[in-house]
């Protein structure tokens, strides 16, 4: 039997959200049959502007590489939004792939994105719409939720996330942890997202 497909999750979080959402993300994709791993960009602000931030210890995942985008099928891309676009950290870890453009190591790999805000209005289209653009010219296909699942028509409480991805909504302080309704959108993108990948892998293999 063939090994499962492999989808990497890669995140940047500061205070959690992001790491809450991308463990209901990969539930998901674990659903769809599909391994998931969760890595995290290397952090580029130093230990004392952390401690400045009140930034709690980064979970424990390891460290992504380059390595971990050409080895998977599929990627996901987890962050909290700077000023309604992707945080410095990951645009680093993006901006380090030109050798892979250049030999179009990730075309014909699947990705989406999800995200995390701290107010509803906060950007978090424009910083899903605005990673679009590395999938593009990585030849990567996007694969964005839709309204895949029904919370996100909800109008009675905040529910982060849209047709571009599942999403949190943090609140200025961090105070907000990720409701139970941002949880079940990360679990139907991960499941949709995995559902594709390995229908794709398996019609390659035929
Ligand atoms: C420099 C900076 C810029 C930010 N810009 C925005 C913003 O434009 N809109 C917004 O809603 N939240 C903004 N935030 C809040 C973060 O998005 C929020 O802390 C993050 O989503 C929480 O996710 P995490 O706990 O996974 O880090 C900003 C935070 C920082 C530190």
């Known amino acids: 039997m063939s090994p499962a497909p492999k989808v990497n999750i890669i995140i940047y979080t500061l205070y959690h959200h992001i790491y809450t959402l991308a463990l209901s993300v990969q539930e998901g994709l674990k659903e769809a049959g599909v391994d998931a791993k969760i890595l995290q960009v290397p952090e580029t602000l130093s230990e004392e502007i952390l401690e ?6 980064k979970p ?3 460290i992504a590489t380059l390595d971990d985008l050409v080895e998977a099928d599929g990627v996901l891309f987890g962050f909290g939004t700077r000023f309604g676009q992707m945080p410095a950290q990951f645009k680093a870890f993006l901006d380090s792939t030109g050798g892979l453009w250049a030999k179009g190591a990730l075309a014909q790999k699947f990705g ?3 995200f995390s805000t701290a107010s509803n209005h906060g950007g978090q289209e424009t910083t899903a719409m605005t990673t679009v653009t590395y999938f593009a010219h990585h030849g990567i ?3 964005p939720l839709g309204f895949a ?3 996100l028509f909800n109008v009675e409480e905040v529910v ?4 571009w991805g599942s999403g949190t909504i943090a609140n200025g302080d961090g105070s907000r942890q990720v409701s139970d ?4 959108i990360g679990v139907t993108q991960g499941k949709n997202f995995g559902t594709i990948v390995k229908t794709f892998v398996a019609g390659k293999a035929e």
């Open 112 to 114: 989406g994105i999800f």
């Open 160 to 163: 982060g996330g849209s047709a």
């Open 181 to 184: 309704k941002e949880k079940e």
């Open 149 to 151: 699942n029904p919370h």
């Open 52 to 57: 400045k931030m009140h930034a709690p210890p």
């Open 141 to 143: 296909t996007y694969v």
């Open 60 to 62: 424990d995942v390891p």
